[in-house]
């Protein structure tokens, strides 16, 4: 952040009076600009025994698989960005939503939540925001092809949750230094 969105003026990183972080201040009037974490909302669509992937067609980890997830949106319900996310995705309508994985990633300041919904009729497609989309059964989850750690834990836990039929909302930290593999 360069210039106020107030008035124009330079920004600087200083401590405000009262305060005990480094905030992005106005040189010039002052405000203070406040920079929090972002939320990521998504979903585990499921249709029978699988789950709905979709490849991703943009960076980052263009190539590899994932859940529809994005950005919440100002004004937006987190389920409401859920469903949204996966209609752009994986062009695919659910229904029957709960809340199902929540993590923190406190290193790149986000945190992710995912729904356990249904794909409506089974029904989806290819969103723009992918290069394919699929439905996988637990044998076929392409663990070495999920494109970040979130999508891998939220896959474990429902794999093993499936067995007992009991879906209890499971928190997690995905701290950096996880590695990812590279693609070939
Ligand atoms: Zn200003």
Redesign the pocket.
């Given at each position: 952040m360069k210039f106020?969105s107030?008035?124009g003026?330079q920004i600087i990183l200083a401590v405000p009076a009262d305060d005990t972080r480094e905030r992005f201040v106005?040189s010039?009037?002052a405000?203070i600009h406040y920079v929090n974490p972002k939320v990521v909302a998504g979903c585990l669509p499921l249709w029978q025994d699988r789950v709905l992937l979709c490849k991703r067609a943009i960076e980052p980890r263009k190539g590899f698989w994932t859940l529809p997830a994005g950005y919440l949106e100002n004004g937006e319900t987190m389920e409401a960005g859920a469903h949204r996310e996966t209609w752009e995705e994986a062009a695919a309508k659910v229904e029957n939503s709960n809340l199902y994985t929540v993590f923190s990633l406190p290193h790149i300041s986000q945190v992710y939540i995912f729904y356990k919904a249904d794909v409506v009729d089974g029904v989806f497609g290819v969103g723009t925001e992918s290069l394919d989309s699929g439905l996988f059964a637990e044998h076929e989850i392409p663990w070495d092809e999920l494109a970040f750690p979130v999508v891998t834990d939220t896959l474990k836990h429902y794999f093993k949750d499936r067995k007992n039929d009991t879906y209890p909302v499971r928190e997690g930290v995905i701290s950096f230094k996880r590695r990812l593999k590279k693609r070939d």
């Open positions: 106020c107030e008035c003026g106005c010039q009037c405000t």
